[in-house]
């Protein structure tokens, strides 16, 4: 996230009249990772740390299991616990409320997920290890902070659970990468693949579900791919074509639709103009002598 969005009160309809940065790219992995624990019998919590104004935490709660729990963590506009993170909070985040973020949930759901209101290093205290299968990191962008969440993700993930990692490669939040690549390189967190925005790994195997993953992939047009090796790790890279759209998802309940639009009225054909003599053709009758014209009405006439 760069700068705070204009939130609007009005009930959302559909997710993406939700404020918030999560695009259709992502959509997609989150919802193709998700589906495929759950098509695969792998059950487990769902945390997120950070939620804005609740764009991805509705995707997420849609894919919540039953005896599941999903926990969302974040300041809603409480007071940060350092002068770094208030900065951090007052420049990006200060129009979001808990209220907002309750407001968008419920039209999606019908009860809220657990909601801690609190720094995110409390988490650790709060869930039970090894208890996750799919966490997602986007709250504060400070090195320290990110770092001490990959940490708590490491704690609570199952074997094979999904990390998530926002703006891990963007321009104005450097301390997400150095955190991120920190992990990969030194903390045993292994890359799945990365977006735009994001990067997907596991503290388990990478292999088998990279290789599903490419084989999805390689069988869309509006998804750019491509593999590279670095350090030792297979890094799948994708991309966003022009096109591209977000997996179908349900209608808020303020769903209306759109009032139908009337065709547009066919073209009235155009009518032939009538035939008009040309001015010198009608100055020349009109000096013509009278005997002459009548001449030529009664020889127009004639032949006729």
Known sequence: MATAQATDMKQPGELKDVPGWFP???????????????AGGR?????????????????????????EEFTVCDLFGGEAPDGANRAETAKSYSSLTRQAFERNYLSFHDELPRVIEAPTSVIPQELAPDSCRFVHIDASHLYEHVRDDIGAAHHLLL???????????????????VATWEAVL??????????????????????????????????????????????GHCLVRTRAHKGLQPP????????????????PAPPTPATAPRHRPSRARRLGRDLLPPIVTRAVRRALAARA
Request: net charge negative.
């Open 24 to 38: 259709p790219l992502d959509q997609l992995l989150f919802t193709w990772f998700l589906e495929r624990q759950e």
């Open 43 to 67: 059950r487990g919590d769902l945390l997120e740390l950070g939620a804005y104004m609740g764009k991805s935490a509705i995707l997420l709660g849609r894919h919540r299991q039953d005896g």
């Open 159 to 177: 074997p094979d659970g999904i990390v998530v990692l926002d703006d891990f490669r963007s321009e104005h939040t450097p301390g997400v990468s």
């Open 186 to 231: 030194n903390r045993g967190l292994r890359p799945i693949c990365l977006s735009t925005q994001k990067l997907y790994g596991t503290w388990g195997d990478p292999e088998p579900v990279q290789e599903e993953l490419l084989a999805m992939l390689r069988e869309r047009t509006d998804v750019g791919l491509s593999v590279q090796e670095a350090a």
């Open 248 to 263: 179908p998802f349900p209608h808020s309940r303020h769903y209306t639709e759109p009032e139908p639009v009337a065709p």
